[in-house]
């Protein structure tokens, strides 16, 4: 099959013999060609600039300009030197053919001519045209793909460097942004610590303490989760998960406390409902999951204008693993359809938080994040003017635990370097006199002595006079920074080398590497807690000191608490009943509601059941319940032969049998029969079965 349409070629033919041309030209019009003629080169050469054709058809031996000089001529001109030429020749001009072919000639044909040799070395020639210009075409294709791609690649190369160049950025201002912050944080969190252990302190005042030192805290976790999703990026998601063993109310009624204030402030209610089959104790990483619902919250009563935000906990039980399973509802703004796919995209609000002006669009996505490395996944659900549901789960293990320290672990508070030890110098050098206050006064208050410097130089020019066992160095200071004057004062140290501690708000990796390396012995991170102050000294000087001492010894307070329980046995058989009720149900609106029927000879009964409902200490509340019945039924003992009546009617559940056995109840058994009246009127046949049982289980009067 050839590869072009003889139409559509074009062939000059050269011969000065009129009858070849004559020849030539029929056999090439029979096959389909377009041909023109010259009987003369000069008129060949005329005829190739005018008609361009795409072969050439050319005698060889002609007078006045012969085929050679012809072919010569075309072959020096760009524009035709392309054009395939075939000699025409006899055969006793073989000497005259090595001068064609190095002149540029591509074939040649003998006379006297056959047909189908003209036909097919044409058709070789105009094949080897046509590969050539798709091979040409094909060239030239790669060359501008290879150019495309060479240009990509240098764009790419271009964007990397520009990439890097911003990453080094980023890394310096999240950085200096990191130790700005750090920086007053210390001071409050640090003096909130110090104004802690002052004894005159009212009971609200140290509530008040505790709520500015866990905002404080939560602040501080918020500049953790803005490095934490830089390294989030950096790092593929190599976040480590830090599991500890917590109580799950705990975390709870501190998150109820951190917000009460916000949720005074806009007359919202939050209501968090746990339900029975969630574990007490749970392990999961305590601060991801403390920091998804402080996340969750936030937004809901930020977008909240009316109305209460719910917080539902339940647990999903499986073979293999136990999930937790979290809806946070409110009434508040709602999202419309379009822009729920915006949620989780990093530095992106929506319509409603653009609005608002609050917020750096991050929450949500290190939320989603965090759900995932604990082993979840978070949807949310919205309409518009009605309000927003979103629902994560995660991965927990139950675990059996007395310990209510939230994960956290309980440092007693020093109160003195302890006696017969050598007396302890310590240089503090910070150039903010809030961090040097900070120290100087926890340092100075237990027995150490203290200095303090301002810059590296006079840290430098304090110890060589002073001579402290241990430096606390803060790294960004002017003059001379803290690597430079750790490097100077280990360098010309004289006697034995201090311990240098590097105080910095940095909690990048390299950042620490590079302190070490520059001879500091350890460092402490921003903002500083007491108890790893003390902590760090008494590794490196092995210091010891003296702790306040912590005894548990039920107090006045306590044992009014305790009695103020016994109260409840003041209350009617049917109150108790339904309290109860409502307690097994996890049904506040009804318990709260009950609990304002308390008469006021009750004393604090009220208020200590109501301290219970705003704890979800619906155990103790229980308990409580359960001491009041065991005290009145001590003597409530019934025949057997009563209890298998009583068990049969109810497996019939024979209301009107179910009354008469507890008409048959003697007088002593009044407060019992109140209760199992109770009971048959809700038709709660399960407990008046738990009620007769219970007894059964009750010790004999002495």
Not at 46 to 74: F, N, Q, T
Not at 85 to 90: H, M, N, W, Y
Not at 94 to 100: G, K, P, Y
Not at 196 to 224: A, D, F, M, V, W
Request: charged letters at 25%.
């Amino acid at each position: 099959m050839l590869l072009f349409k003889p139409e559509d070629c074009l062939i000059l033919v050269v011969d000065d013999v009129r009858q070849n041309l004559q020849v030539i030209g029929e056999i090439l019009e029979v096959a389909g060609y377009e041909t023109t003629f010259a009987p003369s080169g000069q008129q060949a050469l005329a005829r190739v600039k005018s008609a361009h054709p795409d072969l050439i058809l050319l005698d060889l031996m002609m007078p006045e300009m012969s085929g050679l000089e012809v072919c010569e001529i075309l072959k020096k001109d760009p524009k035709f030197s392309e054009i395939p030429i075939i000699f025409l020749t006899a055969s006793n001009e073989v000497d005259n053919l090595l001068q064609a072919f190095k002149k540029g000639a591509n074939d040649y044909i003998t006379k006297p001519f056959r047909s189908e040799e003209i036909l097919v070395r044409i058709e070789a020639q105009l094949t080897n045209q046509k590969l050539k210009k798709k091979l040409e075409e094909k060239n030239q294709e790669l060359e501008t793909e290879i150019g495309v791609r060479r240009r990509t690649e240098e764009a790419l190369q271009q964007a990397i460097e520009l990439a890097n160049a911003a990453n080094r950025a980023k890394s310096s201002f999240l950085a200096n942004m990191s130790h700005e912050l750090r920086t007053p944080l210390n001071a409050i969190l640090g003096f909130t610590q110090l104004l802690t252990h002052s004894s005159n302190l009212t009971l609200e005042q140290k509530n008040n303490l505790g709520i500015i030192y866990r905002s404080g805290e939560h602040l501080l976790n918020l500049i953790n989760e803005i490095l934490d999703l830089s390294k989030l990026e950096n790092y593929n998601d190599n976040v480590p998960i830090n599991s500890t063993e917590f109580i799950l109310k705990d975390m709870l009624v501190e998150l109820e406390e951190m917000f009460r204030l916000k949720l005074r402030e806009k007359g919202l209610k939050l209501d968090i409902i746990v339900e029975n089959r969630v574990p007490i104790a749970i392990e999961s990483d305590r601060l991801k999951l403390r920091q998804i619902l402080i996340n969750l919250l936030s937004n809901a009563i930020k977008f909240t204008p009316s109305g209460g935000i719910k917080l539902r906990v339940n647990a999903i039980l499986d073979p293999e693993k136990t999930f937790l399973s979290f809806e946070i509802t409110d009434t508040g703004k709602g999202i419309s359809s379009e822009e729920l796919s915006k949620l989780f995209q990093p530095f992106v609000q929506t319509e409603t938080g653009i609005a608002a002006a609050e917020g750096t669009g991050l929450g949500l996505v290190i939320c989603r994040k965090y759900v995932r490395l604990l082993g979840g996944e978070i949807t949310v659900s919205s309409e518009p003017n009605v309000g927003t549901t979103f629902n994560f789960q995660i991965a927990v293990k139950p675990v059996e635990s007395t310990d209510h320290s939230g994960g956290q672990t309980w440092s007693p508070r020093v109160l003195a370097i302890a006696p017969n030890q050598p007396p302890y110098r310590i240089l503090v050098a910070d150039d903010q006199a809030t961090n040097r206050e900070l120290l100087t006064t926890m340092l100075s208050s237990v027995g150490f002595e203290v200095r303090e410097a301002t810059n590296g130089q006079e840290a430098v020019e304090i110890y060589n006079s002073f001579a402290p066992h241990l430096i606390w160095m803060d790294l960004r200071m002017p003059i001379l920074d803290g690597c430079e004057a750790t490097q100077k004062i280990k360098t010309n140290c004289q006697g034995s080398l201090p311990i240098i501690i590097a105080v910095t708000a940095s909690v990048f990796e390299e950042d620490k590497a590079a302190i070490l390396s520059a001879g500091c012995d350890d460092f402490l991170i921003k903002p500083i807690q007491e108890s790893t102050v003390f902590e760090k000294i008494s590794k490196h000087l092995g210091v010891s000191y003296v702790y306040e001492e912590m005894t548990y010894i039920l107090s006045e307070k306590l044992r009014s608490i305790e009695n103020q329980w016994n109260n409840l046995g003041k209350l009617s058989t049917s109150l108790i009943c339904d309290l109860e009720y409502a307690t097994l149900a996890l049904d506040d609106e009804r318990l709260n509601r009950l609990v304002s029927e308390i008469p006021s000879e009750c004393g604090e009964l009220e208020q200590i059941i109501r301290d219970c409902l705003e704890n979800f200490d619906y155990h103790t509340i229980l308990e409580a319940i359960k001491s009041v019945k065991s005290e009145r039924f001590a003597h409530s003992h019934l025949s057997s032969e009563w209890i298998v009546q009583m068990t049969q009617a109810i497996y019939k559940a024979d209301a009107s049998e179910i009354q008469q056995l507890i008409a048959q109840l003697p007088p002593q058994n009044r407060t019992l029969a109140e209760q199992l009246e109770y009971y048959l009127a809700h038709l709660d046949y399960q407990n008046i079965l738990r009620a007769i049982a219970e007894l059964e289980e009750a010790p004999p009067p002495n």
